[in-house]
């Protein structure tokens, strides 16, 4: 991984701005940046390289969601219910 990643990654505080969702209402941004990291964390591990890069979607996601909506996806994953295409 580039170092210029490692430092945005070691320095993060909380979600940057995403242009994709400029409303208040944050909600389908976390829902995103859930998916983005469960999709790159299967591509990366299927290729058997480093899932290291998705560590910034799960820290935009955990900044943004509830904790008792990630519990419930995750439990959701388990059970093999989970809505989302990932």
């Keep these: 991984m580039s170092d210029h990643i490692e430092e945005k990654i070691k320095n993060y505080r909380t979600a940057p701005f995403d242009a994709r969702f400029p409303n208040t209402n944050q909600t389908r941004n976390c829902y995103q940046n859930y998916l983005d990291f469960h999709r790159c ?11 290291a890069p ?8 955990k ?14 994953l388990e059970a093999g219910n989970f809505p989302g295409k990932i």
């Design 41 to 51: 964390n299967k591509a990366l591990t299927a290729r058997d390289q480093d899932a």
């Design 54 to 61: 998705c560590d910034w979607y799960q820290r935009v996601y």
């Design 63 to 76: 900044s943004l969601c509830p904790i008792s909506w990630v519990q419930k996806w995750d439990e959701q």
